[in-house]
């Protein structure tokens, strides 16, 4: 993996089979056995963190591109649905190890597809992944939360002030809403309701 981001050009080369990734890409990050993330285009600054450019995705066994270098920054993704959390309109930093947005960025957050589609809009402060529901996305104006699963269909509104983790055991998690809590399951359902303090 990167360790360290120095001016340059990055490629990838197998240890084992020698395939080679000609060194044409301003960063590179490997996201899994197939696929990385990379920029084209960024500075690296006096501080070590390299900013601009435009990342996108490549599948490094066919050398094709799976998502196009169209986005300021790449987050989560589940790459067997092809939905990734994508970031723009804002500066971004990344340094090999800490990644986030410049402190007067005003960039936002939206989740898309390999077709190029939009599932969400770019209005979200935040995306994460919870591996046993799906995607966890903050608005940026209201900071509320909703929940799209892992295809990036919506599940809910954006009407929580938090939620937790979801169990593998039961796919329930914790949540907050309107500063009461209660269970929120995967499938959108309130499992137990929000009457808690």
Do not use: C
Request: net charge positive.
């Amino acid at each position: 993996g990167v360790t360290s981001i120095t001016p340059g050009k990055w490629g990838l080369l197998h240890y084992q089979s020698g395939l080679v990734i000609p060194a044409e890409f301003d960063a590179i990050i490997p996201y899994n056995d197939d696929l990385f993330y990379f920029n084209m285009g960024a500075k690296v600054n006096a501080n070590g963190f390299m900013s601009g450019g435009k990342w996108g995705i490549m599948n490094r066994k066919t050398k094709t591109l799976v998502l196009d270098p169209d986005y300021d920054f790449i987050g989560a993704g589940n790459s067997s649905s092809g939905v990734y959390a994508v970031y723009k309109g804002g500066n971004y930093l990344y340094d090999g190890y800490v990644s986030m947005p410049d402190k007067n960025s005003k960039g936002r957050w939206g989740l898309v597809n390999t077709n190029k589609q939009s599932l969400s809009g770019f209005t979200f402060h935040s995306i994460r992944i919870d591996w046993n529901a799906g995607f966890l996305l903050r608005d940026a104006i209201s900071f509320k939360m909703s929940l799209y699963d892992l295809s990036g269909k919506k599940i809910t509104e954006p009407i929580y002030d938090t939620i937790q983790s979801f169990s593998s055991r039961d796919a329930m998690a914790l949540a907050r809403k309107q500063g009461k809590y209660g269970f929120l399951h995967s499938s959108g359902k309130e499992s137990i309701p929000f009457i808690y303090d």
